[in-house]
């Protein structure tokens, strides 16, 4: 049992989510992170483009209402709106189950739509992702939950908007860098950067004071050492992902970044946002463009234009999965069994003796004709 309802009394249902969202070609979810790109990508396209997004803490805030969402955090830092709305599906884990819902007196259990799962905390590289876990992979890291409860959905493509996995200083502590001499290397850990600073004769001391750069595309900010933490636990959750490519290959699983910069875009494949909601229309369905009038007098299938023939068959062998073998008893003396592909046929040594004598006579006629 992967996903399940708990009440208040402890209670636990199994719900029948793996592979609920599977199709007939592999499925596709966005996955929102809080990065400050998520405002300069087209959310509001993105919102409305046809396959569900999935949100993680704090991400997509008052731009865009997710499918789906996660939490790695105490269940007092995200928001009332979203335990509470029935149509956001919810995946927690089970310790949260007693938590009190923020500025209510309702218990997270008690939330609709909302699920719970065990977390795996020995999840190597090499199984990542795979069927047979019982459990969802923790990796100390929100984005990496969200991506393997994706994957026991059903889905096979992730498109990472708002995923930087980094953290930027702010133009005025770039500048107080840049006077000493040290400019960023490209995806360089924020720490690295502040050791050669320190070097140079810039203390952290000094750039903890200036404004802050923009952490979240919502308004929250961290301190500079806690900004400094922060980015070395996403340059290990981009290494964990890039160590971790095989078994997202043979698992089936495509990860996809639309964040411009992202350090994701050193290891996973890059394309814009606006190139994916292209082929989403084109492949799903553009929902403000599909044609309504005469709908509801089509009276025959639409088919795809120059659609050669189709038809449905059976296994070729569900005939035979039912063969039941007669017993030998069950054939008297003067009977004899016949079989033939995929089945078989008692029948009178007599009748069969007088069908061979009729046909007999029917082929000498033919040949004296």
Known sequence: MLFFRLTTDGTQTPAGLENAYAGPVPSACWLIGGGPSWRELPHAEIAASPIPKMAVNLSGARLLRPTFWTSYDPSARFHRSVYLDP??????????????VPETTYKVCECPNLYFFERDGQRGFHDFLSPTHSRIADWADSMVQAIDILYRLGFRTIYLAGCEMLVRLSAEQNLCLSNAGIEREPGELLQCVLKRGAEAGVSEEELSPLPAGRHYHFDEQKPLRAAVNTDAHYFRIAQYLRLSRRTLALAGMRLISVTPGSRL??????????????RLQQTVGDPSREPVRGLYQQMTPRHPPDLG?????????????????????????????IEGEGYQRVVKRQRLQEGLAVLENDVEIAEAG
Do not use: C, Q
């Open 265 to 278: 875009n050193d290891y996973f494949a890059f394309e814009t946002a606006e190139s994916v909601i292209e």
């Open 87 to 100: 149509g956001i599906v919810k995946f927690v884990h089970r310790r949260r189950a007693m938590d009190l």
């Open 309 to 337: 023939p189709m038809r449905d068959f059976k296994p070729h062998n569900w005939k035979r999965e039912t063969k039941k073998e007669l017993p030998a008893a069950a054939i008297a003396d003067d009977e004899l069994k």
